[in-house]
């Protein structure tokens, strides 16, 4: 694993945002794995302003996300769909049918997984966002999840409610289960761009970087992965030497 320190979130986004752009100007059909969630939001602005500059197109742009909330339809304000369209994709010039998120709603939930894991079979994601929980997730894949799951039904761990629970009037409004891509889907992304921010992921960034790799924290997995960039803020990297 590479591992970036910037001095601030600001920085962070910065940096990762550079990376994208650099991979776009590379490969203007590029696919984007996407995360939600408050870590990547400065990055999706920076990539807004610099297609406001004409630095970047997403026109062919093809983009999978990792989650989405079981119960929640697009319209609803905490899913993950209305997430992506005010963050990103409502400011920019991606195609709708080049989105790609797990569908909250419309069939039975091994259904939606089945429709979702279809089209990740042959999405060959050029570059993986990801955030990391306090628990060690990525995507929903909670501590325990087995390392060769693809895209499956979650149910949330209590600390994964809690922490989410910020977006919701109450606790109770949290959704119980979510559709989330499998480690294993994560892990065919040709690259691997983890953010994390803030002192509250100095903890899982410590044990990611010094723990053993283990289904016990999911991000742990990433140590098997060839090509994977961790861009830190100092305050998330504070219990690393
Ligand atoms: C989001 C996701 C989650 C988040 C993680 C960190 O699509 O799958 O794994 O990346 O919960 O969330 P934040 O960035 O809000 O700390």
Same mark, same amino acid.
């Given at each position: 694993? @590479?591992?970036?320190?910037?001095?601030?979130?600001?920085?962070?986004?910065?940096?990762?945002?550079?990376?994208? $752009?650099?991979?776009?100007? *590379?490969?203007?059909?590029?696919?984007?794995?996407?995360?939600?969630?408050?870590?990547?939001?400065?990055?999706?602005?920076?990539?807004?302003?610099?297609? @406001?500059?004409?630095?970047?197109?997403? *026109? =062919?742009?093809?983009?999978?996300?990792?989650?989405?909330?079981?119960?929640?339809?697009?319209?609803?304000?905490?899913?993950?769909?209305?997430?992506? @369209? =005010?963050?990103?994709?409502?400011?920019?010039?991606? =195609?709708?049918?080049?989105?790609?998120?797990? &569908?909250?709603?419309?069939?039975?939930?091994?259904?939606?997984?089945?429709?979702?894991?279809? =089209?990740?079979?042959?999405?060959?994601?050029?570059?993986?966002?990801?955030?990391?929980?306090?628990?060690?997730?990525?995507?929903?894949?909670?501590?325990?999840?087995?390392?060769?799951?693809?895209?499956?039904? $979650? *149910?949330?761990?209590?600390?994964? &409610?809690?922490?989410?629970?910020?977006?919701?009037?109450?606790?109770?409004?949290?959704?119980?289960?979510?559709?989330?891509?499998?480690?294993?889907?994560?892990?065919?992304?040709?690259?691997?761009?983890?953010?994390?921010?803030?002192?509250?992921?100095?903890?899982?960034?410590?044990?990611?970087?010094?723990?053993?790799?283990?289904?016990?924290?999911?991000?742990? $997995?990433?140590?098997?992965?060839?090509? $994977?960039?961790?861009?830190?803020? @100092?305050?998330?990297?504070?219990?690393?030497?």
């Amino acid at each position: 694993m @590479r591992i970036i320190i910037a001095q601030d979130y600001q920085e962070l986004s910065d940096r990762a945002s550079r990376i994208i $752009v650099g991979l776009i100007t *590379e490969k203007p059909d590029a696919v984007l794995g996407l995360a939600t969630g408050s870590t990547p939001i400065g990055l999706y602005q920076k990539l807004i302003e610099k297609y @406001r500059e004409k630095v970047l197109s997403f *026109e =062919k742009i093809k983009t999978f996300n990792l989650d989405e909330y079981y119960g929640l339809s697009p319209e609803h304000p905490q899913s993950y769909h209305y997430f992506m @369209r =005010k963050q990103l994709f409502d400011h920019v010039d991606i =195609k709708p049918e080049s989105i790609n998120i797990p &569908r909250g709603v419309g069939a039975e939930p091994e259904v939606l997984c089945q429709e979702y894991n279809e =089209k990740l079979k042959t999405a060959n994601i050029d570059l993986q966002v990801l955030g990391i929980g306090n628990n060690g997730h990525i995507g929903f894949n909670e501590p325990g999840t087995p390392f060769d799951r693809e895209t499956f039904v $979650v *149910e949330l761990a209590a600390e994964t &409610r809690e922490a989410n629970k910020r977006f919701f009037s109450s606790i109770d409004e949290v959704p119980r289960h979510a559709i989330t891509m499998g480690i294993k889907n994560i892990m065919e992304a040709k690259k691997i761009l983890l953010l994390a921010s803030g002192v509250s992921k100095a903890p899982a960034i410590k044990r990611l970087i010094y723990g053993p790799i283990s289904e016990e924290f999911p991000a742990s $997995v990433l140590k098997n992965h060839p090509d $994977v960039t961790v861009i830190l803020d @100092r305050e998330a990297a504070s219990m690393i030497k």
